[in-house]
């Protein structure tokens, strides 16, 4: 019998017939759409213009994937929490790269890979690359002081 899945059920070929899936039918489904890339397991269906995989998940609007994938390893994700990226693949559903956390958490994940845009200046004499701080090598901003070397 040939079937063709979509996230929820699948239509039998050539017939009118919808089958509910089991959840254990949509987990296999949803890693079947992960492809292994070195450690990670990257998703490879939808993927948005941030770059993180999408999907719809138990009848609710589109979700990150690798929030999905959290939910099927341990059930939920508290409130104020988000899942955040060891590895730092935004396609990756591996569950043992992923862990919780806050925003503030995120935040400092960002800045401690190097990965914030501009970071901001807190020394008064020289940026964290060690840029000399003058008036022409600064650019204010509502949001601090950045370097325009860096």
Same mark, same amino acid.
């Given at each position: 019998? !040939? +079937?063709?899945?979509?996230?929820?059920?699948?239509?039998?070929? %050539?017939?009118?017939?919808?089958?509910?899936?089991?959840?254990?039918?949509? /987990?296999?489904?949803?890693?079947?759409?992960?492809?292994?890339? %070195?450690?990670?397991?990257? &998703? #490879?269906?939808?993927?948005?213009?941030?770059? $993180?995989?999408?999907?719809? &998940?138990?009848?609710?609007?589109?979700?990150?994937?690798?929030?999905?994938? &959290? +939910?099927?390893? $341990?059930?939920? /994700?508290?409130? %104020?929490?988000?899942?955040?990226?060891?590895?730092?693949?935004?396609?990756?559903?591996?569950?043992?790269?992923?862990?919780?956390? #806050?925003?503030?958490? !995120?935040?400092?994940?960002? /800045?401690?890979?190097?990965?914030?845009?501009?970071?901001?200046?807190?020394?008064?004499?020289?940026?964290? !690359?060690?840029?000399?701080? #003058?008036?022409? !090598?600064? $650019?204010?901003? *509502?949001? %601090?002081?950045?370097? *325009? #070397?860096?």
């Amino acid at each position: 019998m !040939n +079937i063709l899945r979509n996230k929820l059920g699948a239509f039998v070929k %050539g017939t009118d017939s919808y089958v509910l899936l089991s959840r254990d039918q949509k /987990i296999k489904n949803f890693f079947d759409r992960a492809t292994p890339n %070195g450690d990670c397991l990257e &998703w #490879t269906w939808g993927v948005g213009k941030h770059g $993180y995989g999408l999907m719809t &998940w138990e009848k609710k609007r589109c979700e990150l994937t690798h929030r999905i994938a &959290w +939910i099927i390893k $341990y059930g939920f /994700i508290p409130d %104020g929490s988000l899942v955040l990226h060891k590895c730092d693949n935004r396609k990756c559903v591996n569950v043992e790269h992923l862990f919780l956390g #806050t925003h503030q958490d !995120n935040s400092n994940d960002k /800045i401690s890979k190097g990965r914030q845009k501009h970071p901001p200046m807190t020394n008064d004499k020289e940026c964290r !690359n060690g840029h000399l701080r #003058t008036p022409e !090598n600064t $650019y204010t901003h *509502k949001s %601090g002081r950045y370097c *325009k #070397t860096c």
